[in-house]
């Protein structure tokens, strides 16, 4: 969709959506952001609606600049993409997950961690190696790990793809399909890859106010039932949106009817408080 913004900015899409003054900006503090410790990491708790209980956290990155603020991941994860240190980002976003998930079994919540993986990060040729010499380093425990892929990334190259998944899941990662139902169609291939979970992008339930039915999130969760994938909603809202998605069968949910993304000390509080109720 293209709109016009307030100040004056075109939003195209994801990748063009600031102004290329602000591009250039953001690309001279990108180089000095990690050795300025200025990313930090939010998890923003799944739970199973089921039992209600957290299943999971995602972790998304943050960057608080010293010079222009909090600048969103949409406005610098592409910009990283192509001048090429996604590569330290990513592996600072690995370690980092990995450390909370070890805080966490600590103190108790032996819970699943989910890492966003970029299309350029995953198609780069030492992609595989470094993963595995980062759960060396780290000690991770995959089989606790969830790496969220989209499927614009996959399709582009979907025999590599294959490749590369097959490779993760020997490793005993699970595989998730972020923003399910945004990219290209895909269901010609979708039964080919090696993946676990289909998670269906929030803009499918954004909009529904009243107890209705959403017949594309019927059929998205249907599919997922076909091909023996769990399902995760993104970007519950409210109570009413809960109801539908559970209906359908949903399995996992999230978004700000559960809880924002939360910084280290406020997940612990909520995990904290969640385990006495
Ligand atoms: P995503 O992977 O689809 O992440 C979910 C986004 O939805 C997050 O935005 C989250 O804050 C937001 N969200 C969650 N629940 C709700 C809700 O109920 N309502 C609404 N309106 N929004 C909700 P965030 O943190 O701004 O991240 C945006 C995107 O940036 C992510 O989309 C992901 O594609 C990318 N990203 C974030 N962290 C990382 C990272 O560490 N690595 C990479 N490669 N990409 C990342
Ligand atoms: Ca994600
Ligand atoms: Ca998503
Ligand atoms: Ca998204």
Aim: one cysteine or more.
């Amino acid at each position: 969709a293209k709109l016009k913004g307030k100040d004056n900015i075109v939003y195209f899409n994801d990748q063009m959506r600031i102004n290329s003054n602000r591009k250039i900006e953001i690309l001279n503090l990108l180089h000095q952001a990690l050795e300025q410790k200025e990313f930090k990491l939010h998890f923003q708790p799944i739970v199973s609606l089921e039992s209600k209980k957290v299943v999971g956290v995602e972790a998304l990155i943050r960057w608080f600049s010293k010079q222009k603020g909090y600048i969103p991941p949409l406005d610098f994860i592409p910009l990283a993409e192509r001048s090429g240190n996604i590569r330290e980002i990513s592996e600072w976003v690995f370690k980092e997950a990995v450390t909370m998930q070890n805080k966490l079994d600590a103190l108790g919540y032996p819970i699943k961690i989910s890492i966003n993986v970029s299309a350029k990060a995953l198609m780069s040729p030492k992609f595989l190696q470094a993963v595995s010499k980062l759960v060396k380093e780290t000690k991770a425990d995959p089989t606790r790990i969830e790496l969220e892929l989209t499927e614009t990334a996959l399709i582009e190259d979907i025999r590599e793809s294959i490749r590369i998944l097959k490779s993760l899941k020997q490793m005993g990662f699970i595989i998730s399909i972020d923003d399910f139902g945004t990219g290209y169609s895909s269901l010609a291939y979708l039964h080919k890859l090696p993946i676990d979970i289909l998670k269906i992008d929030r803009t499918f339930i954004h909009s529904v106010t009243t107890d209705t039915e959403i017949p594309v999130v019927e059929f998205m969760v249907n599919i997922a039932k076909e091909l023996d994938l769990s399902v995760i909603i993104e970007g519950v809202e409210t109570e009413i949106q809960e109801r539908i998605v559970k209906r359908y069968g949903c399995q996992y949910a999230q978004g700000y009817y559960y809880s924002m993304p939360l910084d280290e000390t406020d997940l612990i509080a909520f995990m904290t408080h969640e385990a006495s109720n």
